[in-house]
């Protein structure tokens, strides 16, 4: 997934201003797919110059004014065109994972404790999310497009769901281990 993609995916669900479009990446599509503001504010003119989104007109004078943006069908065509492309899976990539590869040779010292860190905030971002879907997903609410937001929240829920429980499992193994400090 790109960024400009996402930012079109955003602007058709809801026209915004670029402050708008960051506050909801920072409630929503940023779980998934994060972007800081101003790599936003960079795609929106990039996107804007390429034909894909427009500023919405005015009432008021422009300077100072917020800007808000709409997808043109260009910017509705490509994102469909991106979303029928197929793409492979991208391989997995944890430093959590490379530094627990890397302490059966180096010793385990902090390993640890940075996997009970771990853990309290995977069950933290969980919790989130089971909150999002009893709030945003009660039962009865299944159109299409809620449907299809739903299994996104989904694949949150499961990868959470995944990590705390292996998490705990590493938590257990640890405490069978015999001390392995530094080598």
Aim: aromatic share 8%; glycine share 6%.
């Amino acid at each position: 997934m790109s960024l400009p993609h996402a930012i079109l995916t955003a602007l058709l669900e809801k026209p915004s201003s670029g402050l708008e479009l960051t506050r909801r990446f920072d409630r929503s599509i940023g779980y998934f797919w994060s972007a800081t503001h101003q790599q936003i504010y960079r795609e929106l003119g990039k996107l804007e110059a390429e034909g894909h989104i427009r500023a919405l007109p005015s009432e008021q004078p422009a300077r100072g004014q917020k800007k808000s943006y709409e997808v043109l069908p260009a910017g509705r065509a490509e994102l469909a065109r991106w979303t029928a492309a197929s793409q492979d899976p991208k391989p997995h990539r944890d430093p959590l994972l490379l530094r627990m590869r890397a302490s059966a040779v180096v010793g385990t010292d902090g390993i640890e404790a940075d996997l009970r860190r771990h853990l309290a905030l995977h069950r933290e971002q969980l919790a989130e999310y089971e909150e999002i879907e009893k709030r945003d997903f009660p039962p009865g609410r299944d159109t299409p497009q809620d449907r299809l937001r739903h299994l996104v929240l989904r694949a949150g829920i499961d990868l959470e769901t995944f990590w705390t429980q292996w998490l705990t499992h590493a938590l257990e193994e640890f405490g069978e281990l015999p001390d392995t400090g530094p080598a």
